[in-house]
């Protein structure tokens, strides 16, 4: 298993596997998906712990429906993801991570396993995510997640 840690616009996730999409603002806006972006599902499972700790109803199904979270709540995500990735930036021991998840049991021992390797890409992603998350939420009531 090979993971791909880049934020991919509409065109780019297009016949890539599953995908998470994160919409800025609602689904149903025409322009809001036009500056979606996906994260496949594999990495996205990674930064799940941070979005359930933040709103505990994404646990319900959100993996696989569509979570409408409120713009403050993602602030606070925001804040579970710098953690996340100084968790990763100060770790070598990949069992000592905090607050990463993993969506299949092959996951997890593939993290650990190449862990050298993950490590720099998914702090990459983390902060591009970041970045992407406070531009998103200026003037936005949500944004959603839609699962896949």
Known sequence: MKFNFKLMNRFDA???GLMMELVPGLPED????????????AAFGFIEPC???CWPKYRDFGHWGTSRI????????NERLTDLESS???LLDPDSVVGV???FAEVRE???????SIRPELIQMIYELKEWID??????EYITIVGV
């Open 30 to 41: 025409s322009s809001a998906k036009q500056r979606s972006i996906f994260i496949s599902e």
């Open 51 to 53: 979005i359930t700790a």
């Open 14 to 16: 297009t016949g890539r």
């Open 110 to 116: 593939l993290f650990s396993k190449e862990y050298s």
């Open 101 to 103: 998840g993993f969506i």
């Open 70 to 77: 409120p713009a403050a709540v993602w602030l606070r995500i």
């Open 88 to 90: 990763l930036h100060t």
């Open 135 to 140: 531009k998103a939420v200026v003037g936005k």
